[in-house]
């Protein structure tokens, strides 16, 4: 079997192009770093990139065209930003297509595209080692990420890591351990699906510590509530200071219950598995909009 040596280096560098298109850099107020093109509409990056109180940031593109987009909306636990793309653009940014993570298998090679320490369009190339869990060391909220076995820098974050076809798998975030942690495409999409159709959100007005419980099925992580506030959506429900709470909607331990708490809609009730003086209760609770 003959393998065209040529060809697939053509290939490689028509993705690596093709992706540098869909980048852009980010200037703000406190330094920078790279945004990826989701859409006409939208370019993502990472929250952290995006100062706090920052209403717009600094755009330009990969011809050199500059532009002013406001900010949209932020995950801060999944550490992504939505800005948006002006409709006076001087021409439509060209957009990656997406692949979802899942599919994603160790040992694939991906490519990651940035503007690292202010250099434009830079490329590293790298391959799969997990997509999974976090390990110690990165932020819990990401219960899933792809981890990659690629040089990163300060400058890289919000930028794009696609697979060899060019499709987007995740947004360059960190580095962990010597490996590139990227967050994964799904979290970025949903995060636009609530930019356009966005649902009030639920609070329950509930705070809490993670604690260790003794269960039948062995050791369990629960959250030992420190405060309910009053009059809120927790206290209606009947919840207080020293309650347990081991479920959340049929979905047990910490993970499982924070990424249910970053889904609640308001007036959407929601059931809780508690535990007060070692007896299991069910209460249900109804949040109330944020």
């Known amino acids: 079997m003959s393998i065209n040596v040529t060809a697939l280096l053509d290939d ?70 939505v800005l948006q793309v002006p409709s006076d653009a001087a021409r439509p940014l060209p957009a990656l297509e997406s692949r979802e993570t899942a599919s994603l298998r160790p040992g694939e090679l991906v ?18 080692t997990a997509v999974g869990a976090a390990p ?32 987007l798998v995740g947004i360059n975030a960190m580095i962990n351990g010597g490996l590139g942690v990227a967050v994964p495409s799904e979290y970025v999409a949903a995060l636009i699906s609530e930019v356009d159709s966005p649902v009030p959100r639920g609070v329950l007005g509930i705070a809490g510590d993670r604690v260790e419980v003794q269960t039948a099925e062995g050791t369990a992580h629960a959250l030992l509530l420190t405060s309910v506030g009053t009059a809120s959506a927790a206290e209606a429900a009947g919840l207080i200071p020293g309650d347990l709470l081991l479920g959340v909607d049929g979905q047990r331990g910490m993970r499982a219950m924070t990424r249910r708490f970053r889904t609640l809609e308001a007036g959407a009730a929601v059931e809780f598995e508690v535990l007060r003086a070692g007896a299991l209760r069910t209460l249900e609770a109804v949040p109330a909009a944020a």
Not at 111 to 128: D, K, L, Q, R, S
Not at 138 to 157: K, T
């Open 136 to 167: 110690i060391g990165v932020p819990a909220h990401l219960e899933r990420a792809v981890y990659a076995d690629i040089q990163l820098a300060p400058g890289n974050s919000g930028g794009p890591l696609v697979d060899a076809r060019g499709r």
């Open 12 to 81: 490689a560098n028509g993705v690596v192009e093709r992706v540098r298109r869909s980048t852009v850099s980010i200037r703000s107020r406190r330094g920078g770093g790279t945004g990826t093109v989701w859409s006409a509409d939208y370019v993502v990056t990472n929250n952290h990139v995006i100062p706090e109180g920052t209403e717009h940031a600094d755009l330009k593109t990969w011809d050199g065209a500059d532009f002013e987009a406001p900010v949209l909306a932020r995950d801060e636990e999944r550490d992504l930003a």
């Open 111 to 128: 490519i990651a595209v940035g503007h690292p320490w202010g250099e434009p369009g830079a490329t590293a190339t790298g391959i799969v």
